[in-house]
């Protein structure tokens, strides 16, 4: 069978009843390549991707997506999903509007949107950072044993070493990554989103193995500019995330999004529900 694209898996049509549908395809499973893809759902930030895109291309929004919020309601199936998206209320600067997506039966996520036009004003940019240059670093596929299918779309070229299992462990829980979709195109707002969840869970770099496994429950990805071709032509981002807090069974993650010449470009947090432990 032929391995579905990203630009396929990110197309959306028009269903004719006032929503949208995605193929979910389990080349995007989040099963790790060792296992059958059927054994994962797929993957959480092609979800948000379209869930955003839904929002626009459904809804005729055409200025800057400023902050989405996902809750991951169940595990969609690997067929095809709709994506409902309905305008909370719209304006000439800011818009609001809502997205259900999943199948039929199964309620997959629920998002916000808010879209946002951009003015002339003040500038302050405390993220902003001069990472390891990209250069420095060689590609670094994740390990099958545990790398999902997803990660076939996404080149990892991790800053120090991918610091699984314990290498943080009694240092911050942190870890730093440049990215891009394998299919080398400019970094735009979908592939953004889709990268911010591109990585495990960063307290696997402070835990011993195995890999405590977890499902995200709550996504929220805040986009500081407009991202057009030119903010990262062949695609490039840096990343660094850190875990906030793992206990309870609960996990809180906070990622930073960089573009190529440093400029911050998005914000994301995760929580995490950790799946019980087999003995």
């Known amino acids: 069978m032929t391995q579905q694209t990203l630009a396929d898996a990110l197309t959306l049509t028009d269903d004719g009843a006032g929503g949208l549908t995605a193929r979910l395809s389990g ?8 296992a059958p893809p059927e054994k994962g759902a797929p993957f959480g930030g092609l979800m948000a991707a379209l869930a955003a895109g839904a929002a626009r291309q459904g809804l005729g929004i055409e200025t800057p997506l400023k902050t989405l919020t996902v809750q991951y309601l169940a595990a969609a199936r690997f067929e095809d999903a709709n994506f409902v998206p309905t305008l909370t209320r719209g304006g ?5 509007a809502s997205v259900l997506g999943g199948q039929p039966d199964r309620p997959a996520l629920q998002a916000l949107a808010t879209f946002g ?8 940019t405390p993220l902003a950072v001069t990472p390891r240059p990209l250069t420095d670093l060689d590609p670094s596929p994740l390990d099958p044993r545990f790398g999902p299918w997803f990660t076939r ?10 610091k699984l299992f314990g290498h943080n462990a009694g240092a911050a829980p942190e870890l730093g990554c440049w990215m891009r979709t394998t299919d080398g195109a400019p970094l735009d ?7 911010l969840d591109g ?28 991202i057009t071709p030119e903010t990262s032509p062949e695609g490039w981002a840096y990343f ?3 875990s906030r807090d793992v206990g309870g069974g609960w996990a809180v993650e906070d990622g930073v999004a960089q573009a190529p ?11 995490r529900k950790l799946m019980p432990s087999r003995s």
């Open 117 to 124: 036009r951009e003015v002339d004003g003040p500038v302050l």
């Open 261 to 271: 010449d440093g400029q911050p470009i998005a914000l994301v947090r995760q929580r």
């Open 153 to 162: 779309y996404i080149e990892h070229r991790f800053v120090a070493g991918p």
């Open 240 to 242: 660094h995330f850190t």
């Open 199 to 226: 990585v495990y869970p960063t307290y696997w770099t402070a835990l011993p193995a195995p890999p405590v496994v977890s499902a995200s429950v709550d996504l929220r990805a805040d986009l500081l500019e407009a």
């Open 92 to 96: 000439r600067n800011v818009a609001y």
């Open 27 to 34: 080349d995007f499973s989040n099963a790790p390549l060792s």
């Open 189 to 195: 707002e979908a592939r953004l989103l889709f990268l």
